[in-house]
């Protein structure tokens, strides 16, 4: 995966758009304003991406246990939030399921009047 494809792959998503609130450098991917991904550019120009995801905690250590990629999240809650390697040995299947699970965590929490608003029903 490359940058190009992550910051795509997050954008097709319902609802989604794309912040710096931090910093110049971490980008950060919102549904319903609140973050489900988040990734620093200078990981990604200096070939070491790495992207903090919401996860199940109980997924989350079996995750951890299973790949050196993912630990817990980097500056972030290390019960609910994972960073992943990018060129690690997570396959890029994987990485976009736990895209995909990062997001629907944060989208089943938003209210249901949001919810409605962003599927458009």
């Not at 609140?34 to 199940?56: H, Q, R, V």
Request: net charge negative; hydrophobic share 35%; with cysteine.
């Amino acid at each position: 995966m490359n940058i190009q494809s992550y910051y795509d792959y997050c954008l097709s998503k319902k609802g989604v758009t794309e912040h710096f609130p931090f910093d110049e450098e971490t980008l950060v991917f919102k549904v319903g304003g609140k973050m489900f991904a988040l990734s620093s550019l200078k990981g990604w120009e200096a070939n070491t991406p790495s992207i903090n995801l919401k996860c199940d905690p109980d997924r989350a250590q079996e995750f951890r246990a299973e790949y050196d990629g993912i630990k817990p999240g980097y500056h972030m809650s290390k019960v609910h939030w994972n960073t992943v390697t990018v060129h690690s040995d997570v396959p890029q299947k994987l990485l976009l399921e736990l895209i995909d699970h990062s997001y629907e965590l944060v989208f089943k929490s938003l209210t249901k009047k949001l919810q409605a608003e962003i599927s458009g029903s």
